[in-house]
């Protein structure tokens, strides 16, 4: 089981920028991915980007690309970088981890762990 504790959230103006990070721990030795999703009030939960844990291979939602960065900085820390944000990108930010290999990045089932998520308010 891997644990996952987001930071970073918080108030921004529209084209600011953010930096999200999530701290991992526990049995990460078989994570094959890790993930970004954010989840807006009634709405459900969207994929924002991932990366492959042992290839330096990443993906977006075509929502953020161009705009959004993620990467690791440490064996056990992801980050998301975000740019140019946007009111639209308001939302409870959740990082996750998942063993599965293959594809479909963008399927939040694909995941096992997550984190409890951070808050992120762009106001115009």
Do not use: H
Request: glycine share 10%.
């Amino acid at each position: 089981q891997v644990q996952l504790v987001e930071s970073g959230g918080g108030l921004v103006q529209a084209g600011g920028s953010l930096r999200l990070s999530c701290a991992a721990s526990g049995f990460i030795y078989d994570t094959y991915a890790m993930g970004w999703f954010r989840q807006a009030p009634g709405k459900e939960r969207e994929f924002v980007a991932a990366l492959r844990w042992t290839e330096p291979r990443t993906y977006y939602s075509d929502s953020v690309k161009g705009r959004f960065t993620i990467s690791r900085d440490s064996a056990r820390t992801v980050n998301l970088q975000m740019d140019s944000l946007k009111p639209e990108d308001s939302a409870v930010y959740f990082c996750a981890a998942r063993r599965e290999s293959g594809g479909d990045y963008y399927k939040s089932e694909r995941y096992n762990s997550w984190g409890q998520g951070t808050q992120v308010t762009v106001s115009s």
